[in-house]
């Protein structure tokens, strides 16, 4: 199964997704939740290689207390089912390509009429692995509930949206560069690739920092991607510039769903090119078209 037959419109999907922060309970999941299983074990190959896998928690057996412990209380609300991202093995890009495919997961999720929400930093990995048995060098970067969206969300869930000013998107003119990065990418230089880059410009970030810079070649189909650094703040056991690279990975993933949609042929690639760069900017990967 390729990603085309996991997601069957991956546009639509995107600019559908939205963070879920309060839920349904009492609703019945059981035929939603073999459909995850399904997707999990159908993951398309990521660029980034690295060694992961998925697992679906389910809390209901568990007693308040031990929810508390959790650490989501406040962020989440009436979450039963969660979806686990797991690094088995340390590897150069492991926290890209858990952000990578964990979108798709985000996504097939959407497609079936679930509500998610990215958690990275705001949750207790320990409880959690407990909960999982993970192990030895095994870690938990990213996590996220799945379950039906409440009718209504609550003022807290309304309030953490608006901190997080998860509505809002950076300008082309400040993401995206012809040639190189004193260069804005036009919309008319984009042509074909318009799409592709505009759902990335929609992609989800930790506190919506949109840390993502690409670079396209001047009259060539070749997109460099770069990750933008921010500062080195950490929080709760995993640093920012983990979490930006988590992001990037979930850019290249729109995209690659996006021109997969479109039927535009290319390559995955990591060789740097020969670009001028700001200083708190690092290359990433490379996309070719054929």
Sequence with gaps: MDSLQIISNA???????????????????????????????????SP?????????????????????????????KKAEKFIIGIITEP????LENIGFLFEYLILYAT?????????????????????????????????????????RQTLRSKAIKSIARSRDRKIWSQIFFDSNFNTPLSVDEADEFTTPLEMIRLAPSASNSQPWR??????????????HRKSSR??????????????????????????????LDGNWLIDRPDISRPENVDYLISWAAK
Excluded at 48 to 76: M, N, P
Excluded at 124 to 142: K, Y
Excluded at 214 to 227: P, R, T
Excluded at 236 to 263: K, M, Y
């Design 91 to 94: 590897s150069k890009y492991d």
């Design 111 to 151: 497609q079936i009429g679930l509500g998610t929400v990215w958690l990275g930093g705001t949750f207790n990995r320990n409880a959690f692995a407990s909960q999982l048995n993970l192990r030895t060098g095994e870690r938990i970067p990213v996590i996220s509930p799945i379950g039906w969206a409440a009718q």
């Design 234 to 263: 950490s929080h709760n056991l995993i640093s920012w510039p983990e979490f930006s690279r988590i992001d990037l990975g979930i850019a290249v993933s729109h995209f690659n769903l996006t021109v997969e949609q479109l039927q």
């Design 214 to 227: 690409i670079v396209k070649e001047h009259n060539k189909g070749i997109f460099h991607f770069y990750l």
């Design 48 to 76: 980034f290689g690295g060694f992961t896998r998925f697992e679906v928690l389910e809390l209901q057996g568990l007693k308040k207390v031990q929810k508390l412990k959790l650490g989501t209380y406040g962020f989440v």
């Design 11 to 45: 546009i639509e999907t995107i600019q559908q997704r939205t963070s879920i922060r309060t839920y349904e309970v009492d609703l019945s999941l059981d035929k939603q939740i073999d459909m995850i299983q399904q997707c999990i074990d159908h993951l398309p190959t």
